[in-house]
């Protein structure tokens, strides 16, 4: 389509263009690049530079919002320990980022390794689309539906457990239960992620290593250990870091389904944002306990990539 | 005999190698498929349950133990979405911000990947790696100053505050430059040689040969767009603003216990469409997961 309309007329200016030499080469190659660029330079100034900045800032500020900021230095972030909403945040987050990468990779590979084996094509179709199908499904909408049916009075887990002569919790609102369960509808949800990716990884990895090492007497598990999991540790390392950093933000099955609650029992540190922010309108504050989640992030990320060196096999 | 698992039965004694017997304990082993297929279908129970209470008349619904082959079934809940919330305003806010997003951030982050893999400028490195230390800057550090950005432009509660801040997609970027940088360079050199431009290398030489690459990012893109929860939940407020999901979540909070099988009709209408278009493009949506590690 563009090539259309006088293409003739500008194959000679550009033909010119070339002649002028490098110099004037590189100045319209400067320009095209800043001109292309420009909608990503601004965006990215206006949406996440001064917004980082800006929350830096905001954190060393007591502002609710209308009246005029205060400089409190760094009293936001020395007063997170002595708040009781934090502590629990900070703990559950941490205790759901923990079971949440540990499942996630765990049952992911063993269902990876599972649907790997030789198996009609018909068959592995149906697994990949059931496996993977939830987590295209909002987290609104899969926390309404499963906050039915985890509901004590008319969810059916419930009933049938109690049916089995279990003594069935009623698992959205017992203290005890609500992290596991809300760590539960979460694996249940996001299990296909891990194991598309763990699943692309195995069928990567060429056959003829199994079957020389078959040659040479290697049981199952020894090929196990000594192929699988090297090829696959630069897919294991990739599915690791992404599942700690969106683990480490989880907010709406807390939001949704518990409200944080029975008491604190499943407040994470994004939902105390989000309360502290946009309920208590207590932006500095809001502001410290959100550079936390970065700075935590951020650490955990560059250990991860620097104890990589140590377990990740690369080609 | 094929009851053994792979593991002891290998681990005994170091066999021999014998494709027959390999071939056979990785294919044949229908008790694992029968375990995978079981589980399979417990994914699927808590959508199944949903539609099948969606279809129940109200006084029917939610019954215990559930009735999962209900021998009567009803649109009824089904109408009344429409008459309880105002669904189809949802939709038309969620499909519009979806389209904006979509369309104009993989445009945006298609021009700024092209610059970076293909142009030399002076300051190409350094903008390149600020941008790639934002790379993990989470929404929750930006929400806070961004709403009063937002608040000071007069934009809460409007579309602009949703799809602005969308516009960019720095993981998408990076995503294109490196995919861009496969691509040989031969391709553009013949079309230089024509006398095109770097606009018109790019729509006829980069993006048809980067197509699989921009379509997985512009699926997931859209995917994330229309999930999303966190930000439209702080920024829109009034109903007729609300995307699905936040409208969603709201009513099913207001009306309370009065009506959760509308609830769950509204949720089973969006589910099903879903579910028949990921049953058919399944093999290009995991490919894609698989090709860029985008989660949606």
Redesign the interface.
């Given at each position: 389509m563009?090539?259309g309309i006088g293409s003739e007329q500008?194959?000679?200016?550009?033909?010119r263009g070339?002649v002028a030499g490098p110099a004037a080469r590189?100045r319209r190659?400067?320009l095209?690049?800043?001109l292309?660029?420009s909608?990503?330079?601004l965006?990215?100034l206006?949406?996440?530079?001064?917004?980082?900045v800006?929350?830096l800032v905001?954190s060393l500020y007591d502002w609710d919002?209308f009246g005029t900021p205060k400089y409190v230095g760094l009293d936001n972030f020395s007063k997170i320990p002595d708040d009781p909403k934090a502590r629990a945040a900070i703990t559950n987050t941490f205790v759901f980022t923990f079971w949440s990468v540990v499942l996630h990779i765990g049952l992911g590979l063993m269902?990876a390794l599972?649907?790997q084996?030789?198996?009609p094509a018909m068959?592995r179709?149906?697994?990949?689309?059931?496996?993977?199908?939830?987590?295209?499904?909002?987290?609104?909408?899969v926390?309404?539906?499963?906050a039915?049916?985890l509901d004590p009075n008319?969810g059916?887990i419930t009933?049938?457990l109690s049916?089995m002569g279990l003594d069935a919790p009623a698992f959205l609102i017992d203290p005890a239960w609500a992290m596991p369960a809300v760590i539960a509808v979460d694996l249940?949800r996001?299990i296909g992620?891990t194991f598309?990716?763990l699943?692309?990884g195995l069928q990567g990895i060429p056959e003829h290593l199994y079957?020389a090492a078959?040659?040479d007497?290697?049981?199952?598990?020894r090929r196990c250990w000594n192929i699988t999991i090297p090829m696959l540790s630069p897919t294991l390392f990739?599915a690791s870091v992404?599942t700690f950093?969106?683990a480490f933000?989880i907010?709406?099955p807390m939001?949704?389904m518990t409200r944080g609650g029975p008491g604190n029992a499943t407040r994470s540190i994004?939902m105390h944002?989000?309360e502290t922010?946009?309920r208590r309108f207590d932006?500095g504050y809001?502001?410290a306990l959100?550079?936390i989640?970065?700075v935590v992030?951020?650490v955990v990320?560059l250990l991860q990539i620097g104890l990589s060196r140590y377990w990740v096999f690369h080609e | 005999m094929n009851s053994t698992t792979?593991?002891t039965?290998?681990?005994e004694t170091?066999?021999?190698?014998r494709p027959s017997r390999?071939?056979r304990l990785?294919?044949g082993?229908w008790a694992?498929?029968l375990l995978?297929?079981a589980?399979?279908?417990l994914?699927?129970v808590?959508?199944y349950?949903?539609i099948v209470n969606s279809l129940l008349p109200r006084e029917k619904a939610?019954a215990?133990?559930?009735e999962w082959f209900p021998r009567e079934i009803t649109l009824n809940n089904y109408r009344e979405v429409f008459n309880l919330i105002p669904f189809g305003r949802l939709i038309f806010n969620s499909l519009k911000l979806t389209t904006i997003i979509t369309v104009g951030s993989v445009t945006?982050?298609t021009?700024?990947a092209?610059?970076?893999a293909r142009?030399?400028?002076?300051g190409?490195d350094l903008?390149f790696i600020?941008?790639l230390s934002?790379l993990?800057?989470?929404q929750?550090?930006?929400?806070?100053?961004?709403?009063?950005?937002i608040?000071n432009l007069g934009l809460l509660d409007t579309h602009e505050s949703i799809y602005?801040?969308g516009?960019?997609n720095?993981f998408g970027?990076f995503l294109l430059r490196q995919f861009f940088l496969t691509i040989p360079r031969d391709l553009e050199d013949a079309a230089?040689l024509?006398?095109?431009?770097?606009?018109?290398i790019l729509?006829?030489v980069i993006v048809p040969l980067a197509a699989p690459a921009i379509s997985a990012l512009a699926i997931f893109t859209a995917?994330a767009a229309?999930?999303e929860?966190?930000w439209a939940?702080?920024f829109l407020t009034s109903p007729d603003k609300m995307t699905?999901?936040?409208g969603?979540?709201m009513i099913?909070g207001r009306f309370g216990s009065g009506s959760?099988v509308v609830?769950?009709a509204a949720?089973s209408m969006?589910?099903i469409p879903?579910?028949i278009l990921?049953?058919i493009a399944?093999?290009r949506?995991?490919?894609g997961?698989?090709m860029t590690?985008l989660?949606?």
């Open positions: 563009i090539s500008r194959t000679h200016r550009e033909e070339a590189r190659d400067t095209a690049a800043y292309f660029l909608p990503t330079i965006l990215f206006v949406f996440i530079a001064g917004p980082l800006g929350a905001l919002l269902l599972a649907v084996r030789g198996m068959l179709y149906f697994l990949r689309t059931a496996y993977f199908f939830p987590l295209l499904v909002s987290w609104a909408a926390s309404l539906i499963w039915y049916i008319f059916f009933y049938y049916k249940w996001t992620f598309i990716i699943l692309a079957e078959s040659v007497g290697a049981g199952a598990l990739f992404i950093i969106g933000q907010f709406e939001f949704i994004v944002v989000y922010g946009f932006m809001a502001s959100a550079l989640v970065f992030i951020k990320t | 792979p593991d039965a290998m681990a170091p066999p021999p190698y390999l071939r990785r294919d082993n694992l498929n995978l297929i589980l399979a279908l994914m699927f808590p959508f349950w949903m939610f215990l133990p559930p945006i982050s021009l700024a092209y610059a970076f142009l030399s400028f002076p190409r903008l600020i941008m934002a993990m800057v989470p929750q550090v930006t929400v806070i100053p961004t709403f009063i950005l608040k602005l801040p516009l960019i720095v970027t230089k024509d006398g095109a431009g770097h606009l018109r729509a006829n995917l229309w999930n929860f966190f939940n702080v699905l999901p936040v969603l979540v099913s959760p609830i769950l949720l969006i589910v879903l579910l990921f049953s399944q093999r949506i995991t490919e997961v698989a590690g989660r949606g």
